[in-house]
C-alpha cells in the first residue's frame, strides 16, 4: 500500500473516527467491520488492565465491546508531535502505519494502528494490527518537565536540611518501610525503581553486591554488551551520543553509578535478600535482609581449560581465556545458533535507524503481536544465515553442530523461550573455526576424573579448570527458595510463552499479591518498566484489586 503522505494520514485519520464512533455505542457490526479477518489487537493496560493480545476479528471485536464501556476511550487522533503516519513494511507485509493518541476514563495512552486494504471487501482499508497503551494514570502523572520537583523545601530555608541531607535520609529508612523493595540492582531493578520513583512511590534497591555496578563489572574481563548502544538507553536518561556501540561492562557499571545518584534511587549494596512471607490478611510482606561481601581471583596462563557450554557465556568466557594465555577447548552440550554480532545480530533493530525517535521506536516495537514478531524472525534469521555462510560452513567442518532455532525463528526467540542457545560472534567462533580454541562434543564425554575428561574413545582431555558455563537455574526456583513452595506453584512458570502471546507472570500481575517481575534486555526493562510501574502505581490507588 502505497499513498501519499497526506492521503495517508487522511486513511488513518478516517480509521480512528469510525473506530471511536463505533465504540461508543458499541456496535458489533461496525466494530467487525473495521477489522481484517487475520488482524491483532494488543493492548498495555489502556483498556484491559492486563498485557494481552486478541488475535482475529471476532476474538477482537468480543473484547473490544467488553471492555469499551468500563473504560470509556475517546479522543483518538493522530499525535501530530510523534512519527507521522508513514507507507512501512512489517512482517513481509505493507502497510499504513500510525501513531495516535487517546484517552479513557481513567488515564491517557498511546497506540500504534497498522492498516491494509481488504481484496475481499473492494480493497476497504481495515486494521491488520492495533496497539492500545497506557501512558499515564490521571491525577498521577510522572514528574516530569513543568512538574518536576522545585526543590523549594533546601533551597529557601537555610536553617532547614539542605538536599544532601534529605537524600541520606530518605535512603536509611530509619522511620519508616519502603512501598516497594526493589531485588536486584541490574537494568532490570534500576528500570522499575526509575519508574517507581517519578509515579511518587517509595521504592528501595536491595543488592548483594558491594558496590552499584558490580553486577556487570565483576563479570569476565573481555566483556561487552552485544547489542548497539542506541537500543539500550535506561529510562530517562539517554547514554550520551560519544558513548562507544558497544559498550564495555565497566563503562556499564560506572554509568549504573551515576544513574543511581541522578534519578536519586534508593540503593542499599551488600544487601542479600534472604527471603519473606506475605500477610493476606494486612497485604504486606515481611522479608528478611542481610549484609554480604567477598571477591576472589585466579589466573589460568598456560593452562588447561575445558569451558562446557556453547552460548553467549561459554563462548565469551572461552575466548577471555585464550586471550589470557590458557590452552582451551569448548565443550558443546546441544547445538547452538551461531550469528556474527555485526550486521547479521544487529538486523532486528533497523527500526532505531529508520528516523523516529526512541519513545516512538519503543512504541512500535510493542506493537508487533506474536505471530508477527515470529514471522518477522523467520525472515531475519535467514537473511542472517546467508550473510554469515562462510562462518557457519567453517564451524561446520570443525563439528561444530548449528540450529537456527524452533521453526527457523533465530535466536531472539531462543532468548524469549529459554534464555539462551545462542551466541553473538566477536571472534570465539572464528577461533574455533582456526582451532585456536579447541572444540568437544559433551556426548563424548564418559566421565570427569581428576586430571580432566575421559572420553569414551578412551583418551583423556587435560583440564587444570573446568568451567560450567552450562546457565542459571529459573526464577521459579528463586521464588520457591526464597518465598516457599506454595508461593512457587501458585505464581506458576516464569518467562516463555506457553500456550499465550505474552511472557507469563512477567511485567505483569502475578497469582501471588504483591509479587512481581521484571527482567530482560535493556530495551525490555526500559520499555516494560513503564508498564509494570503503571500497574503498581494503580494497585496503589485501588484502580486495581
Known amino acids: 500500500m502505497l499513498a501519499r503522505a497526506d492521503t495517508v494520514a487522511t486513511i488513518a485519520e478516517s480509521w480512528l473516527a469510525r473506530f471511536e464512533a463505533a465504540l461508543a455505542a458499541p456496535s458489533l457490526a461496525r466494530l467487525e467491520?473495521?477489522?481484517?479477518?487475520d488482524s491483532h489487537w494488543r493492548d498495555l493496560l489502556a483498556l484491559t488492565w492486563h498485557i494481552k493480545t486478541a488475535s482475529g476479528s471476532d476474538a477482537i471485536v468480543r473484547e473490544l465491546a467488553t471492555r469499551a464501556g468500563r473504560a470509556r476511550p475517546t479522543g483518538f487522533k493522530i499525535d501530530l508531535h510523534r512519527t507521522a503516519p508513514r507507507n512501512v513494511r512489517r512482517a513481509g507485509t505493507d502497510a499504513i502505519e500510525a501513531i495516535f493518541g487517546f484517552e479513557t476514563v481513567e488515564g491517557r495512552g498511546s497506540g500504534v494502528l497498522r492498516l491494509t486494504p481488504d481484496a475481499d471487501d473492494g480493497n476497504t482499508v481495515k486494521a491488520w494490527t492495533l496497539l492500545t497503551a497506557l501512558d499515564e494514570i490521571?491525577?498521577?502523572?510522572?514528574?516530569?518537565?513543568?512538574?518536576?520537583?522545585?526543590?523549594?523545601?533546601?533551597?529557601?530555608?537555610?536553617?532547614?536540611?539542605?538536599w544532601l541531607d534529605l537524600r541520606k535520609a530518605a535512603a536509611e529508612y530509619d522511620d519508616r518501610d519502603p512501598a516497594v523493595l526493589v531485588v536486584g540492582g541490574g537494568q532490570a531493578g534500576l528500570s522499575i525503581a526509575a519508574r517507581l520513583a517519578?509515579?511518587?512511590?517509595?521504592?528501595?534497591?536491595?543488592?548483594?553486591?558491594?558496590?552499584?555496578?558490580?553486577?556487570?563489572?565483576?563479570?569476565?574481563?573481555?566483556?561487552?554488551?552485544?547489542?548497539?548502544?542506541?537500543?539500550?538507553?535506561?529510562?530517562?536518561?539517554?547514554?550520551?551520543?560519544?558513548?562507544?556501540t558497544y559498550i564495555p561492562k565497566d563503562k556499564l557499571a560506572a554509568w549504573f553509578e551515576a544513574y543511581v545518584e541522578s534519578m536519586e534511587l534508593n540503593y542499599w549494596t551488600a544487601t542479600e535478600f534472604e527471603?519473606?512471607?506475605?500477610?493476606?490478611?494486612?497485604?504486606?510482606?515481611?522479608?528478611?535482609?542481610?549484609?554480604?561481601?567477598?571477591?576472589?581471583r585466579q589466573v589460568w596462563r598456560g593452562k588447561n581449560v575445558l569451558v562446557i557450554g556453547s552460548g553467549n557465556s561459554g563462548h565469551d568466557i572461552a575466548q577471555d581465556l585464550h586471550s589470557a594465555g590458557a590452552k582451551v577447548m569448548?565443550?558443546?552440550?546441544?547445538?547452538?545458533?551461531?550469528?556474527?554480532?555485526?550486521?547479521?545480530?544487529?538486523?532486528?533493530?533497523?527500526?532505531?535507524d529508520e528516523g523516529p525517535s526512541l519513545e516512538d521506536c519503543d512504541l512500535i516495537t510493542t506493537s508487533m503481536p506474536l505471530s508477527l514478531v515470529r514471522k518477522s524472525h523467520i525472515v531475519l534469521t535467514e537473511t542472517a544465515r546467508n550473510m554469515d555462510k562462510e562462518l557457519l560452513d567453517g564451524l561446520e567442518r570443525r563439528g561444530f553442530k548449528l540450529d537456527f532455532g524452533e521453526d527457523g525463528t533465530g535466536w531472539q526467540f531462543k532468548y524469549l523461550t529459554r534464555g539462551g542457545g545462542y551466541y553473538f560472534n566477536v571472534g570465539c567462533s572464528d577461533l574455533i573455526v582456526k582451532g585456536e580454541i579447541g572444540l568437544a562434543q559433551f556426548s563424548d564425554i564418559a566421565?570427569?576424573?581428576?586430571?580432566?575428561?575421559?572420553?569414551?574413545?578412551?583418551?583423556?582431555?587435560?583440564?587444570?579448570?573446568?568451567?560450567?558455563?552450562?546457565?542459571?537455574?529459573?526464577?521459579?526456583?528463586?521464588?520457591?527458595?526464597?518465598?516457599?513452595?506454595?508461593?512457587?506453584?501458585?505464581?506458576?512458570?516464569?518467562?516463555?510463552?506457553?500456550?499465550?502471546?505474552?511472557?507469563?507472570?512477567?511485567?505483569?500481575?502475578t497469582a501471588q499479591p504483591g509479587l512481581w517481575f521484571i527482567a530482560g534486555s535493556f530495551a525490555q526493562c526500559r520499555i516494560y518498566s513503564k508498564y509494570l510501574g503503571l500497574q503498581i502505581k494503580a494497585c496503589e490507588l485501588g484502580l486495581l484489586p
Open 198 to 244: 517519578q509515579l511518587g512511590l517509595d521504592t528501595l534497591i536491595v543488592d548483594r553486591e558491594a558496590r552499584i555496578g558490580d553486577n556487570w563489572r565483576k563479570r569476565y574481563h573481555a566483556l561487552v554488551l552485544h547489542n548497539q548502544v542506541h537500543v539500550n538507553h535506561l529510562p530517562y536518561m539517554p547514554f550520551p551520543p560519544n558513548w562507544p
Open 275 to 296: 527471603g519473606g512471607s506475605y500477610d493476606e490478611k494486612a497485604k504486606r510482606w515481611s522479608v528478611v535482609l542481610r549484609r554480604a561481601d567477598g571477591t576472589q
Open 138 to 162: 490521571k491525577g498521577h502523572e510522572e514528574r516530569l518537565g513543568r512538574s518536576r520537583p522545585q526543590g523549594k523545601a533546601y533551597s529557601r530555608d537555610f536553617r532547614g536540611p539542605n
Open 33 to 37: 467491520g473495521l477489522f481484517h479477518a
Open 447 to 509: 566421565s570427569f576424573v581428576p586430571t580432566g575428561a575421559r572420553m569414551r574413545s578412551g583418551e583423556t582431555l587435560a583440564a587444570d579448570l573446568i568451567v560450567l558455563a552450562t546457565g542459571y537455574k529459573g526464577q521459579e526456583y528463586l521464588v520457591s527458595k526464597l518465598f516457599g513452595d506454595d508461593v512457587a506453584y501458585r505464581v506458576g512458570p516464569i518467562w516463555g510463552f506457553g500456550d499465550g502471546q505474552e511472557l507469563r507472570n512477567m511485567f505483569a500481575r
Open 330 to 352: 569448548l565443550v558443546q552440550r546441544s547445538s547452538t545458533m551461531i550469528v556474527n554480532v555485526e550486521p547479521s545480530a544487529q538486523l532486528q533493530y533497523a527500526l532505531y
